[in-house]
T-cell receptor, first 111, second 113 residues
């Protein structure tokens, strides 16, 4: 299994600002994933982050809005840029070994 | 691409009764089907999974069945307890390296004492 921590656990932000979410894993992993979970909704994959290469974004998500860093095999950040109320969601970090594990999430509210 | 549907969206049962949640998938190439439980304020936790070469899998009060021909799979929880109350997500994927999951929309299960 994997132990995943995220910071911050929650935040309230003003529109137009940016927030960087950190994800730390207790094991080295090649691929890390970032998901968005809008209120009352399912999980939607934002991007896949490989160490040493550019993140791969899913349809509807762009690097300018959600830049991702992956400096090493245990850490990644997701930035939500120029936020609007529509960005209010839970953002989840995830890794895959034999199964897929999720972090506790970052609950973001944009006013 | 893969599309996963899940029913019902909400489910209320009395403590001790059984709960069944059903999912269908569209891509016949999918061969791995996990179920996740998400409690309030937490990330999803894997509770059981099944691979396409197996028709049924059981772990204590939880079981999953798979019908590959019909492309549907179900989660069965017996002797439900209040702590089973959560949102449950099914997912489907091809279990090869790098292939990610497509999640169903979720089922909010409430177990009434």
């Amino acid at each position: 299994s994997a132990v995943i921590s995220q910071k911050p656990s929650r935040d309230i932000c003003q529109r137009g600002t940016s927030l960087t979410i950190q994800c730390q894993v207790d094991s080295q992993v090649t691929m890390m994933f970032w998901y968005r979970q809008q209120p009352g909704q399912s999980l939607t994959l934002i991007a896949t982050a490989n160490q040493g290469s550019e993140a791969t974004y899913e349809s509807g998500f762009v690097i300018d809005k959600f830049p991702i860093s992956r400096p090493n095999l245990t850490f990644s950040t997701l930035t939500v840029s120029n936020m609007s109320p529509e960005d209010s969601s839970i953002y989840l970090c995830s890794v895959k070994f034999h199964e897929q594990f999720f972090g506790p999430g970052t609950r973001l509210t944009v006013l | 691409g893969e599309n996963v549907e899940q029913h019902p969206s909400t489910l209320s049962v009395q403590e001790g009764d059984s709960a069944v949640i059903k999912c269908t998938y569209s891509d016949s190439a999918s061969n791995y089907f996990p179920w996740y439980k998400q409690e309030l304020g937490k990330g999803p936790q894997l509770i059981i999974d099944i691979r396409s070469n197996v028709g049924e899998k059981k772990d204590q009060r939880i079981a999953v069945t798979l019908n590959k021909t019909a492309k549907h799979f179900s989660l069965h929880i017996t002797e439900t307890q209040p702590e089973d109350s959560a949102v449950y997500f099914c997912a489907a994927s091809m279990k090869n390296y790098g292939q990610n999951f497509v999640f169903g929309p979720g089922t909010r299960l409430s177990v009434l004492p």
